[in-house]
C-alpha cells in the first residue's frame, strides 16, 4: 500500500475545483487495483442551503461524484494525469447505484473504490461509501478520461 495523499496532491491530479472538489484526502492506495478516499461533510457547503434547509442531506447524487472522482485519483496514478486545461474526466455511465442511508453534517464519507474493467480510454470502477462503517451508497462508475484540445 502506498502512503496518504493530502489535499494538495490531489489538486494535482484531479481538475475539479471548489465547490465540486468532494475528495478531502487518499488514506490508502493499492496501485492499479484500488483506493480509500474520505470526504469530511461540514454544515457549510453551499447545496445544504436548498438541501433541505431543515434537514439537511447530503446529496446522492454528490455522493456518486464522490465515487467518480476518487476512481478519477485511481486512473491517474495508473496513466500520471495531471490536473490542467487540457485534461478532463466525463461520466459515461452509472450501474447498480444504491442509497442505504442519508449523509448528514459531521459525518465523514469514507469512499473505497476498486478498479474494473477498462477499455482505451474508457474506465469502469466500483465504490462503496461507508459511514462509521454502516454501508449508506454503492454503485459502479464508467467514466472517460480525455485530453481536450
Given at each position: 500500500?502506498?502512503?496518504?495523499?493530502?489535499?494538495?496532491?490531489?489538486?494535482?491530479?484531479l481538475p475539479h475545483r471548489?465547490?465540486?472538489?468532494?475528495?478531502?484526502?487518499?488514506?490508502?492506495?493499492?496501485?492499479?487495483?484500488?483506493?480509500?478516499?474520505?470526504?469530511?461533510?461540514?454544515?457549510?457547503?453551499?447545496?445544504?442551503?436548498?438541501?433541505?434547509?431543515?434537514?439537511?442531506?447530503?446529496?446522492?447524487?454528490?455522493?456518486?461524484?464522490?465515487?467518480?472522482?476518487?476512481?478519477?485519483?485511481?486512473?491517474?496514478?495508473?496513466?500520471?494525469?495531471?490536473?490542467?486545461?487540457?485534461?478532463v474526466y466525463l461520466f459515461?455511465?452509472?450501474?447498480?447505484?444504491?442509497?442505504?442511508?442519508?449523509?448528514?453534517?459531521?459525518?465523514?464519507?469514507?469512499?473505497?473504490?476498486?478498479?474494473?474493467?477498462?477499455?482505451?480510454?474508457?474506465?469502469?470502477?466500483?465504490?462503496?461509501?461507508?459511514?462509521?462503517?454502516?454501508?449508506?451508497?454503492?454503485?459502479?462508475?464508467?467514466?472517460?478520461?480525455?485530453?481536450?484540445?
Open positions: 500500500m502506498a502512503t496518504e495523499i493530502d489535499i494538495h496532491r490531489i489538486r494535482e491530479i471548489y465547490p465540486f472538489l468532494l475528495i478531502d484526502r487518499i488514506t490508502e492506495i493499492e496501485p492499479g487495483v484500488s483506493l480509500r478516499a474520505i470526504k469530511n461533510v461540514t454544515i457549510n457547503e453551499p447545496f445544504f442551503d436548498g438541501h433541505f434547509p431543515y434537514r439537511p442531506v447530503f446529496p446522492g447524487v454528490l455522493m456518486l461524484e464522490s465515487i467518480a472522482q476518487a476512481s478519477a485519483v485511481l486512473v491517474s496514478l495508473i496513466i500520471d494525469a495531471k490536473a490542467s486545461r487540457k485534461n459515461a455511465g452509472v450501474d447498480k447505484a444504491r442509497f442505504r442511508s442519508p449523509a448528514e453534517p459531521g459525518d465523514q464519507l469514507v469512499i473505497d473504490v476498486s478498479l474494473g474493467a477498462h477499455r482505451k480510454t474508457l474506465w469502469r470502477c466500483s465504490g462503496k461509501i461507508t459511514v462509521q462503517g454502516r454501508t449508506i451508497c454503492t454503485s459502479e462508475v464508467l467514466f472517460t478520461h480525455r485530453p481536450i484540445e
